[in-house]
């Protein structure tokens, strides 16, 4: 597995997992799937904001992605990154998720973040289990905030803060 940076010709691999993500999960509450342009729009616009956007390479195919925005668009959030990783349904089980943040965390601290924080749809036991893992908390939860599948469902915030970056890297 190699982890780098993606590049544009990534978008359709990218996409590929995000959709598959839109169509059978709670962990974007997207409804409709997304073109490859539109993929590349917004991997662009991540770099152009300043912030990686990584992929898992595997076999010359994507496995997974990370990356991360400003949490919120005023200046005084600047500080704050939203993070995410999504994984190929061929890939889950198999450390892909943990090789990205191993490599994204410390990235987005270096570029000056402050605090990462992971909007998670509940429930979600692995994705709980792997903010855990590297340090996140819990930091809230909010009931019935997003519905999908006709279905409410609950989405809980984890975050890590750089002065308590306590990230324990799995063996």
Do not use: C
């Not at 994984?87 to 965390?105: F, K, M, N």
Request: charge should be negative; proline fraction near 5%.
């Amino acid at each position: 597995m190699i982890i780098r940076d993606a590049a544009d010709d990534d978008a359709d691999g990218i996409v590929e997992i995000y959709n598959h993500a839109i169509l059978t999960s709670h962990a974007t509450f997207e409804l409709e799937t997304i073109g490859p342009d539109e993929m590349l729009r917004r991997i662009r616009a991540t770099r152009d904001d300043g912030f990686p956007f990584i992929v898992a390479d595997v076999d010359s195919s994507i496995a997974g992605y990370a990356y991360g925005r400003q949490f919120r668009p005023r200046p005084g959030y600047r500080f704050a990154v939203e993070i995410a990783v999504y994984v190929h349904p061929d890939h889950h089980s198999r450390g892909v998720a943990t090789a990205l943040y191993e490599i994204v965390i410390p990235r987005f601290f270096e570029n000056g973040a402050h605090s990462l924080i992971a909007t998670i749809a509940l429930p979600n036991d692995p994705s709980v289990r792997l903010h855990e893992r590297f340090g996140f908390v819990k930091a809230g939860e909010f009931g019935e905030a997003g519905r999908k599948f006709d279905r409410w469902i609950d989405v809980g915030y984890w975050q890590l803060l750089r002065s308590s970056n306590t990230v324990i890297l799995p063996e």
